[in-house]
């Protein structure tokens, strides 16, 4: 397959989500309209007959990604699809602090950045996508944090301990690195210490 030449590309360039939709629900929903069209534009144009194509997700494709719900939108495509599993940011996480993810019978919850700053914590809880740092407005001496940024990259950043203690580090980190490389992508884990 030859690569894009740069006129089309800008045809395919991948839109944004409508942010100022109040509706985050409906919002996401015509923008994954959005990205199928392009996908099945893109796919008409430049897979051959009985040819083949591959999407590249960060991570695995299951986590927090919507490239598998935005392909089955693409309704009566006569293609078959393989998904490939990848490493998830949880599994670099915690292979990084040398740590479980759940502790002994315990329950994990996996969560967002938004839904951790509208619901608090529950349980042990595995935060991403959290561009606003949710955890720096929780009061609660009983959790440690084992934060990640560039996971598995050679600029990952891991700092770890009592949240009370290290949060404001782990802010301060993050602007700096995010200065730095122009974007971040970081996930935590937020436990409650035992004993
Ligand atoms: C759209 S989700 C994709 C998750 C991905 N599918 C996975 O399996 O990890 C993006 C979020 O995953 C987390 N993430 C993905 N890659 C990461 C990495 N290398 N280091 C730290 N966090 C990462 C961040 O919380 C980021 O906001």
């Not at 392909?71 to 040398?98: N, S, W, Y």
């Not at 349980?123 to 407005?137: E, I, K, P």
Request: one cysteine or more; glycine letters at 10%.
């Amino acid at each position: 397959m030859s690569p894009i030449p740069p006129a089309a590309a800008s045809e395919y360039s991948v839109p944004k989500r409508d942010a100022a939709n109040p509706d985050y629900g409906a919002g996401v929903h015509n923008w994954h309209d959005s990205l199928a069209a392009i996908f099945a534009r893109l796919i008409a144009a430049e897979v051959p007959d009985n040819g083949a194509c591959a999407f590249l997700v960060w991570g695995d494709p299951g986590l927090y990604d919507s490239t598998i719900r935005i392909i089955d939108r693409l309704d009566g495509a006569a293609f078959t699809v393989e998904i490939i599993p990848g490493i998830t940011a949880i599994q670099a996480l915690t292979a990084a602090h040398g740590i479980a993810l759940n502790r002994i019978g315990e329950p994990v919850h996996i969560t967002t950045g938004r839904k951790l700053g509208d619901e608090g914590v529950r349980s042990d809880s595995v935060v991403m996508l959290d561009g606003q740092t949710a955890f720096a407005a929780l009061d609660n001496p009983d959790l440690d944090i084992f934060w990640g940024a560039y996971l598995g990259t050679p600029d990952e950043i891991l700092i770890e301990g009592p949240l009370m203690e290290v949060r404001d580090r782990i802010v301060e980190t993050r602007k700096a690195a995010r200065a730095q490389h122009g974007w971040i992508m970081d996930t935590y884990l937020l436990r409650k210490r035992e004993g």
